[in-house]
């Protein structure tokens, strides 16, 4: 069973941190160095290995009838990965808090990490990796660098506030460090921005009707696979 994926802090200023929440006390590892901006999506975190699946408390497969589906996207590309790989994924299925009108697919990778190594693989090869599964990612919004604490507030509070690349309100955004970094560091090259009043917690939706997001049509009208 490979380590779950570690707890990501809020930033400063995210205003949608709880009691429970961690924050981000020195931003430094963001500035002056290449960022990714990215959408977080409202959905389970999720992480397929060689062998398995697991939900985020990785006890296991998860058991709700949400992840059937999950389990079946599994099946077809756990013969693409290679052994001692994690990769994460928004899983975006059911409906949670936000509606989406157009998702490109159901599982939006947004990391891959080397357990053996305890390394974070850079964005760029886990786009690579994400497109050799035939998945989306989550939507970028930015790329580039800040060099104050300020611009990057700024910059930030700004993309989180735009609606959804899916239709919808946006959960917020994520900013990462561009290239590979140790899972020691995670803390400090990757944090969040999360809307107020968002709920984080899988409680409220595993006990309703399961409703799937939408998909957006393909080239030829018909949702993704």
């Known amino acids: ?125 886990v786009v690579a990796q994400a497109k050799d599964l035939g998945l989306p990612t989550v939507p970028v919004l930015f790329r580039g660098s800040v060099e104050s604490e300020r611009e990057l507030e700024a910059l930030t509070s700004a993309l989180a506030r735009e609606p959804s690349a899916f239709g919808g309100p946006r959960e917020g955004v994520v900013a990462r460090v561009a290239g590979e970094f140790p899972d020691a560091m995670f803390q400090r090259c990757l944090a969040k921005w999360v809307r107020r009043g968002h709920v984080q917690t899988d409680e409220h939706w595993m006990h309703q009707e399961i409703r799937p997001q939408r998909l957006a049509a393909g080239p030829a009208g018909r949702p993704p696979p």
């Not at 989406?100 to 697919?105: D, F, H, S």
């Open 1 to 125: 069973m490979s380590a779950k994926y570690p707890r990501s802090f809020h930033l400063p200023w995210s205003p949608g941190g709880t009691s429970d929440d961690k924050r981000m006390a020195d931003v430094s590892g963001l500035l002056g160095v290449e960022i990714v901006i990215t959408e977080k999506c409202d959905g389970s975190n999720l992480t397929y290995t060689r062998k398995s699946v697991f939900s985020r408390s990785h006890a296991g497969p998860p058991a709700h009838p949400s992840f059937d589906l999950a389990k079946a996207t599994h099946a077809s590309i756990a013969h693409l990965l290679s052994e001692g790989i994690s990769l994460f994924c928004e899983y975006c299925y059911a409906v949670h808090s936000i509606e989406y009108e157009a998702l490109p697919g159901y599982s939006l990778v947004f990391g891959v990490r080397d357990d053996a190594r305890g390394l974070f693989w850079e964005w760029d090869m």
